[in-house]
């Protein structure tokens, strides 16, 4: 099962971008990338996932390099309630098998 | 509004005995899963299931039993053969084989073991 690497913790101040990165080099061409991220002692919650192309939605974009090996997360104006943990996460899905492979996650830190 | 609900939010038990788990969903989803979370660390995968009366072992099943008798339920016993079940655990659901939204969390169930 692939499995994702991303730095422990970053700091970001305030209506600034944030981007997060990821590695997940041994991911198979059929697998995709999600982030999730979670605030203390709540379940996580879905922000966006890809495949191969770059994606937008209200809340991020995920940038996907071209050999799929890592991924960025932008918040593009990061704001206080943002600070939490974020998860990159493969979703390995087979025949009988679909499921959700969590890293540690980096703790991002939005300051004012 | 449909979602996951966890049951209870907080548990205390003490050393030995059974507790359960409960989470039950309106969303429709065909599969659910149980995840255990100790602090500062990530979700580690406990048991799923794709479909009713069917389900798998994830990465941690050792001390830990579930059941899926109704497409809405999928509660998570932990038995007293848990070495060290003082944690925080989410349930899950999601649509099989969808890409969509990936998974839905509930909120979460605090065991800690007396």
């Known amino acids: 099962d692939a499995k994702t690497t991303q730095p422990p913790s970053m700091d970001c101040a305030e209506g600034r971008a944030a981007n997060l990165p990821c590695n997940h080099s041994?991911?198979?061409?059929?697998?995709?990338v999600y982030w999730y991220r979670q605030i203390h002692s709540q379940g996580p919650q879905y922000i966006i996932h890809?495949?191969?192309n770059n994606e937008t939605n209200e809340m991020a974009s995920l940038i996907i390099t071209e050999d799929r090996k890592s991924s960025t997360l932008i918040l593009p104006h990061a704001t206080l309630r943002d600070t939490a943990v974020y998860y990159c996460?493969?979703?390995?899905?087979?025949?009988?098998?679909?499921?959700?492979?969590f890293g540690t996650g980096t703790r991002l830190q939005v300051f004012p | 509004d449909g979602g996951i609900t966890q049951s209870p939010k907080y548990l205390f038990r003490k050393e030995g005995q059974n507790v359960t788990l409960s989470c039950e969903q309106n969303?429709?989803?065909?599969?659910m899963y149980w995840y255990r979370q100790d602090p500062g660390q990530g979700l580690r995968l406990i048991y799923y299931?794709?479909?009713?009366?069917?389900?798998q072992k994830g990465d941690i099943a050792e001390g830990y039993s579930v059941s899926r008798e109704k497409k809405e339920s999928f509660p998570l016993t932990v038995t007293s053969a848990q070495k060290n079940p003082t944690a925080f655990y989410l349930c899950a659901s999601s649509i099989v084989g969808q890409d969509t939204y990936g998974y839905t969390f509930g909120s979460g169930t605090r065991l800690t073991v007396v």
């Open positions: 890809g495949l191969k």
């Open positions: 041994t991911i198979s061409g059929n697998e995709y």
């Open positions: 299931s794709q479909i009713v009366n069917d389900f």
């Open positions: 996460i493969v979703r390995v899905v087979h025949y009988n098998t679909d499921k959700l492979i």
């Open positions: 969303l429709n989803h065909d599969a």
